[in-house]
């Protein structure tokens, strides 16, 4: 590192002081705290970005948003060159940024670091960093923090995108990337048209729904009603009425948004007695989550949920029935060999009667640990991945040879076939790889492509909920001494050590009918989490109950 460059990172990092007595981590959300503490944070990150597109040379992302948290908290994450989240093996030297104490520090932390990476900063070649923020109050402030970190380093460039989704702004940069043209309105007439040729492509006679059935979206009162608002008026073929957009005075995602509606199972504010048997979802604060939900009654809050397994069981159905068409010997032999491997990638969380579900239909199940990380890496492993938290987290992956088969394949059947069910088929599919965003889970996107889905089905909400009937569960924490002592295996649903949990948790299931239980550290507080189901809501009490007991037994303070 030059003498420039040092005293530069010195004289802006002796502006932006870490708050005393705080230490804080990097995950899955990036860093999120209360936004009073979280400037130096945030500067900090600014540097990191800018250190990983100069490493990587390509755009990177920032994004200052705390999604479903409370309006008083902020934080940052950052989007690699994919669009995805940070590369997992650059996380620990964010934690050691973030917690450095002094100017003198950070500057030794980032020059061994550089030295370890072999990254020049000459500023040789200027770098970009696509700077965002959701609708908080604290988020200008903390926006001008980034772009003081990113300007830090020599050669990088701060690029102010101003007020977006979280999901859009992942987007942008993956588009960036891939050279292709990477504003706002970029992506809204991307979704906007491949949502418009999945309306084209529906057969006759599929949708049943009158031209008065509408959609009523509740917007969480953050960044997704805001925008949602704006790409209504570019769609056809679907009538979209938003509440809790922000400007009716409501505050972010109190009593509102995606995270409330799923673990409350109420309707948000704003809803009532007038919206009952319509058709509802719910975006989050920064509009990567999605859920749907029906009132049934006037006489009560209550909501019947259609949660992110049941999205994925949607997908999963049509995106299987596309390629079933397509791989039909017609009298044009189109099948080239060519078998596409089609994946769904759960957590153990996934209510277990959707996993039974879609192993019925034929489909190949996985679980991987909990976290969006582990499930969109697992995902990437197959031709198309389909995952999905019960929260509303989820995408579709497709790889780039099926992209570049299926494109091959529209070329063929458009000279030999076109018009046929196969092409039509072909077409679909190339519109979902459009309209799906394959960077992160979009409420945007995905809203579109749950309703191109139903209204190309022909189905109500009420039936798509019906696929299924979810097992009754129950989520527990035991507070213990030290969370490290539980370790798992097989995708969190096997204890390893210490010895003999296991055992005694399978001897508590095997009481219950369709009983299922596991046990699982946190992540970041020193309880064990429990999760239960079972066929009746008494017998997946009882199960969470006594395993939580048996844990509070062994690893707790006995309180329980």
Known sequence: MNEDQRSLLLSSSSRFPPPQGVKLSYGTAGFRADASILQSTVYRVGI?????????????GLMITASHNKVSDNGIKVADPSGG?????????????????????????????????????????SVEILVARDTRPSGESLLEAAKQG????????????????????????????????????DYFEQLSSSFRCLLELIPR????????????????????????????KMLNGLVIEVRNSGKEGGVLNEGVGADYVQKEKVVPCGFGSQDVGIRCASLDGDADRLVYFILPSKSSRKIELVDGDKILSLFAVFIKEQL????KKRNVNVNDGYQCCLGIVQTAYANGASTDYLKQLGLEVIFTPTGVKYLHEKAAQYDIGIYFEANGH???????????????????????????????AALRLLAVTELINQAVGDALSGVLLVEAILQHMGWSIEKWSKLYE???????????????????????????????????????????????????????????????????????????????????????????
């Open 394 to 424: 989820g995408t579709i992956l497709f790889s780039e040879q099926f992209l570049r088969w299926l494109e091959a394949k529209i070329t063929e059947l458009s000279d030999v076939a076109k018009g046929s069910e196969q092409h039509k």
């Open 205 to 232: 006679g599929s949708d049943s729904r009158n031209d008065a059935d509408k959609l009523v979206v509740d917007g969480a009162n953050g960044v997704g009603g805001e925008k949602l608002e704006i790409l209504k």
């Open 324 to 327: 079933s068409i397509l791989n």
């Open 150 to 185: 990113i300007c830090s380093i020599i050669g990088a460039v701060a690029l102010d995108m101003g007020i977006l989704t979280t999901p859009t702004l992942h987007w942008m940069v993956r588009a960036r990337n891939k050279g292709v043209k990477a504003s706002e309105i």
């Open 48 to 60: 990191l970005a800018a250190l990983r597109a100069v490493k990587t040379q390509s755009v990177i």
């Open 85 to 125: 989240m940070l590369s997992q093996d650059w996380e620990p030297f964010a934690d050691t940024l973030a917690n450095a104490c002094d100017p003198q520090q950070l500057v030794q932390l980032i020059t061994d670091f550089v030295e370890n990476e072999n990254i020049t900063l000459d500023g040789a070649k």
């Open 470 to 560: 979810d097992l009754p569960s129950r989520q527990l924490k035991v507070k213990v001494v030290d969370r490290t002592a539980v370790v798992t295996a097989n995708a969190e649903t096997v204890v390893v050590t210490p010895p003999g949990i296991q055992e005694a948790i399978n001897a508590e299931t095997a009481k219950y009918p369709r009983g299922r239980c596991f046990i699982r550290p946190s992540g970041t507080e020193d309880v064990i989490r429990v999760y239960a189901e079972a066929s009746s809501e008494n017998a997946a009490d009882s199960l969470a109950n006594s395993v939580a007991k048996l844990v509070d037994q062994k690893l707790g303070f006995d309180s329980y």
